[in-house]
């Protein structure tokens, strides 16, 4: 059960708005929707798989096109699309 503390004279949309946050957080929605259909456990081998690939791939052409090149003459750090996908995918940050 999801509790949600509400002090004197807090408004019933900020209350409302951590309810829906901390039920989002349960992951019920996301459990029941994959509970709707079911789904071979080869088919979600497969898909994993493929996520795996996919992530490695990016992760491989971040490295590529950003990583490795040295910086342009003045420039103090990588340009901020390249350190945003370096931080994204090798380093889980959000």
Do not use: D
Request: positive net charge; proline residues 6%; charged residues 35%.
């Amino acid at each position: 059960m999801i509790i949600v503390p509400i002090k004197e004279g807090e408004n019933i949309e900020r209350a409302l708005k951590k309810f829906k946050r901390k039920f989002e957080k349960t992951g019920a929605v996301r459990e029941m929707r994959s509970r709707k259909n079911f789904e071979k456990p080869s088919v979600k081998k497969r898909m994993a798989l493929q996520n795996y690939h996919k992530r490695q791939s990016f992760s491989r052409a971040v490295a590529f096109f950003c990583w490795p090149r040295p910086l342009p003459e003045g420039a103090m750090s990588l340009p901020v699309s390249c350190r945003r996908l370096f931080q994204l995918e090798l380093y889980g940050n959000k």
